[in-house]
């Protein structure tokens, strides 16, 4: 459906997507092609949506949550200020619990006040992420909307767990990060790929996270990952009392 209107369409998860009409306008402005999306998907599958119409993709998705179950909410580029700023941060895509969580700590709350917060605090509390929400808090979001064929390029290739209990000693540590080294393999090879360099991410219960890396100097997609992970994890400094849980 989204197709008859154009071919830029960017999936998100499993029922949402990006469609950018900007060169749509014969079909009408980008609140009437919404709506006669919604009231097609109406129509034809019986299933109700809601559309956010915006002049960015952050904006988009905001607004596609802001009314359920059945609505269209449009944030325009001279007004989205009074309209968004007053929502809690936890609404802006990019800000999940635990950013949540930091933003609170500090006294921050609404979208208003994150795209106040100046660039040196969020980048210490939250690195690149605390700069890129800002961003999207004061509608600078940029990123174009990709056609639904498109496969990013591999840059970098990682694997992640948060267990179901903490991790408390060396050895169940150790049997983690083989797990997670065997899948990042099989990885490498399906891209055909090698690995240059390695990094640990570790975060504890309290969510504070520390990050290891170093190169390698013969790139590989073997166990050899392994072996290094083990020997740069023995060379940090980490408190026998810290109970990892990714």
């Given at each position: 459906?989204?197709?008859?209107?154009?071919?830029?369409?960017?999936?998100?998860?499993?029922?949402?997507?990006?469609?950018?009409?900007?060169?749509?306008?014969?079909?009408?402005?980008?609140?009437?092609?919404?709506?006669e999306?919604?009231r097609?998907?109406?129509?034809?599958?019986?299933?109700?949506?809601?559309?956010?119409?915006s002049?960015?993709?952050?904006?988009?998705?905001?607004?596609?949550?802001?009314?359920?179950?059945?609505?269209?909410?449009?944030?325009?580029?001279?007004?989205?200020?009074?309209?968004?700023?007053?929502?809690?941060?936890?609404?802006?895509?990019?800000?999940?619990?635990?950013?949540?969580?930091?933003?609170?700590?500090?006294?921050?709350?609404?979208?208003?006040?994150?795209?106040?917060?100046?660039?040196?605090?969020?980048?210490?509390?939250?690195?690149?992420?605390?700069?890129?929400i800002?961003?999207?808090?004061?509608?600078?979001?940029?990123?174009?909307?990709?056609?639904?064929?498109?496969?990013?390029?591999?840059?970098?290739?990682?694997?992640?767990?948060?267990t179901?209990?903490?991790l408390?000693?060396?050895?169940?540590?150790?049997?983690?990060?083989?797990?997670?080294?065997?899948?990042?393999?099989?990885?490498?090879?399906?891209?055909?790929?090698?690995?240059?360099?390695?990094?640990?991410?570790?975060?504890?219960?309290?969510?504070?996270?520390?990050?290891?890396q170093?190169?390698?100097?013969?790139?590989?997609?073997?166990?050899?990952?392994?072996?290094k992970?083990?020997?740069?994890?023995?060379?940090?400094?980490?408190?026998?009392?810290?109970?990892?849980?990714?």
């Amino acid at each position: 459906m989204y197709g008859r209107y154009t071919d830029q369409i960017e999936p998100y998860g499993m029922d949402e997507c990006w469609p950018d009409v900007t060169g749509s306008g014969c079909m009408g402005t980008g609140f009437e092609i919404a709506d006669e999306i919604r009231r097609t998907v109406k129509f034809e599958l019986g299933l109700t949506i809601s559309a956010g119409v915006s002049f960015n993709k952050i904006f988009a998705k905001l607004g596609s949550d802001m009314k359920k179950p059945d609505a269209i909410t449009c944030i325009e580029a001279d007004s989205f200020r009074e309209k968004i700023w007053c929502l809690p941060a936890s609404d802006l895509l990019g800000v999940g619990r635990a950013t949540e969580k930091v933003l609170s700590g500090h006294g921050i709350h609404t979208i208003g006040e994150l795209a106040a917060t100046s660039d040196d605090f969020l980048k210490c509390r939250l690195g690149k992420n605390g700069l890129a929400i800002k961003k999207y808090a004061n509608g600078l979001d940029d990123s174009p909307v990709m056609r639904s064929d498109y496969v990013s390029p591999v840059k970098s290739i990682g694997h992640g767990i948060t267990t179901k209990q903490d991790l408390e000693n060396n050895a169940e540590v150790w049997c983690i990060m083989l797990e997670l080294v065997q899948e990042i393999g099989t990885k490498l090879r399906t891209h055909k790929k090698k690995a240059g360099g390695i990094a640990i991410s570790i975060r504890n219960n309290e969510l504070y996270t520390k990050e290891w890396q170093c190169r390698i100097s013969i790139p590989t997609q073997a166990l050899l990952i392994w072996r290094k992970l083990h020997l740069l994890y023995l060379q940090k400094t980490i408190s026998g009392n810290t109970r990892f849980v990714q």
